[in-house]
């Protein structure tokens, strides 16, 4: 098994109107190993975003599938997949959609349960009302392996 988290923090300065945007993103991940190489599981992500006085909270789950290139030494490659659900509330709007996921990445271990995992994830969203997403983020984060 596989008990993950992992963490974001984007600070920026826009030259758009001179407004600041303030991001921060979580999740948790679940997921079980079928074999050396197939884990599958599940991820839940929060994720807000402050740009001038508007507010964007984001909720999903997903279900995912990650494959380990390599599944016996310390620094193992990795690719997924995930199809979930999410919600974006801004306030005034609240709408639910579809929400896929690819990402690529690596887990480092530091000893035999622990690991420091660094992903490279698109995710995009189809919304209510027509809003579409597509977000590409760079994750890092602590994983436990038991």
């Known amino acids: 098994y596989r008990l993950g988290g992992g963490a974001g ?20 991940d679940l997921g079980r190993f079928y074999s050396e190489h197939l884990e599958l599981g599940v991820r839940f992500g929060f994720t807000s975003v402050d740009a001038g006085t508007a507010e964007t909270d984001t909720l999903s789950t997903l279900i995912l599938g990650r494959w380990y290139v390599d599944s016996r030494s310390a620094t193992r490659p990795w690719f997924e997949i995930g199809l979930g659900t999410s919600n974006v509330d801004t306030g005034t709007v609240d ?9 690529i990445g690596v887990t480092q271990f530091l000893n ?5 995992e660094v992903g490279l ?16 983020d760079v994750n890092v984060g602590l994983a436990v392996f038991f």
Do not use: C, K, M
């Open 9 to 28: 923090l984007n600070v920026q300065s826009s030259d758009f109107n001179g407004t600041d945007t303030d991001t921060l993103a979580a999740n948790f």
């Open 95 to 103: 709408v639910s959609g579809f929400l896929y996921a690819i990402a």
């Open 112 to 116: 035999d349960h622990v690991a420091i």
């Open 121 to 136: 994830r698109e995710s995009i969203g189809s919304y209510d009302d027509g809003i579409d997403s597509d977000v590409l």
